[in-house]
């Protein structure tokens, strides 16, 4: 039987362990806050931890966390993930994180064990479809051991060579190229409803046609529809990527103008208190609608 830990079971970290567990692997799980381990209470292959510690004794570990504080706060101290994780042992990072904490974090492992990075592109449903897209960096012997876990829940996986931190850092690239789609549909919706076209049928027409992808055609729906609640991705960790974009673009001396304007966005939208909605719920800055 395979054996994983999983540590922060929120909307990403929940679908994956579905998945693993329906897959038939023991899966020992932490979360910050118990309340969202209940469902877990009493399920077959399922077991919860008291600390990361303890959900890294399992020598394959996952962390899905919110932020670098939070990747700091389970990976390192007397209960952290490093402290738990035996010789030889795998950290599978699937957090949307700054390279730079990857870096540090990887120094700390080695060599005791590894940490590799692998973000994912896909929503808490396609985590327990087993239909996550990962991008995937870190040393051989680390990325082939989180293989077997990583095919189990994506349908596919791309290696970004031996660097952890280079999987976040197209992760962040990755995440502004769909704010951007969800900026640019909210502006073309505007646009033709404000001058008596249906933005609904442009969309049906469009999404099938020349932008026939996965985030045209459902983020397309949840802008028209504003199904924000309950968030596959909260905008407050949305704008919190886009920080990361326009860093990392500062980093390269590269022009991100538009990450500037997405910034605005996202700011504007948390200040209105829609932080714990979508993150298409930007979309009501750009179009806004009684």
């Not at 919860?48 to 932020?67: W, Y």
């Not at 994180?97 to 994912?120: C, G, N, R, Y």
């Not at 001396?253 to 500037?260: E, I, L, S, V, Y």
């Amino acid at each position: 039987m395979m054996k994983a830990g999983i540590v922060g079971i929120g909307g990403m970290g929940g679908g994956m362990a579905d998945r693993l567990l329906e897959q038939g692997w023991q899966v020992t799980l932490w979360n910050r806050s118990p309340k969202a381990l209940a469902r877990f209470e009493g399920v077959q292959n399922a077991q919860i931890a008291a600390h990361p510690a303890e959900a890294a004794q399992a020598g394959l570990v996952v962390s899905f966390v919110a932020n670098d504080a939070a990747l700091e706060s389970v990976t390192t101290g007397a209960e952290g993930i490093l402290a738990g994780l035996p010789e030889g042992g795998t950290h599978i990072s699937m957090s949307s994180v700054s390279p730079d904490i990857i870096t540090a974090l990887a120094a700390k492992h080695w060599p005791q064990a590894e940490l590799v990075s692998a973000p994912v592109f896909g929503r808490p449903e396609a985590a327990a479809a087993g239909k996550l897209w990962i991008a995937l960096s870190g040393g051989e012997a680390g990325c082939r051991a989180a293989r077997p876990l990583l095919e189990a829940v994506s349908q596919s996986i791309n290696v970004f060579g031996d660097e952890p931190e280079t999987a976040l850092k197209v992760k962040i690239a990755g995440n502004f190229v769909i704010a951007s789609a969800i900026e640019a549909m909210s502006e073309a919706f505007a646009m033709l409803a404000g001058t008596g076209a249906d933005p609904r049928e442009f969309h049906e027409m469009m999404s099938a046609s020349i932008f026939g992808s996965v985030i045209h055609q459902n983020y397309g729906r949840i802008i028209l529809d504003r199904a924000f609640q309950p968030p596959g991705f909260r905008l407050a960790l949305g704008g919190k990527d886009i920080g990361l974009a326009r860093d990392l673009a500062a980093q390269a001396g590269a022009d991100a103008r538009f990450a500037d304007i997405l910034w605005e966005r996202f700011s504007k939208a948390q200040e209105q208190g829609w932080g714990d909605d979508d993150w298409n719920a930007i979309s009501r800055v750009t179009w806004p609608r009684n």
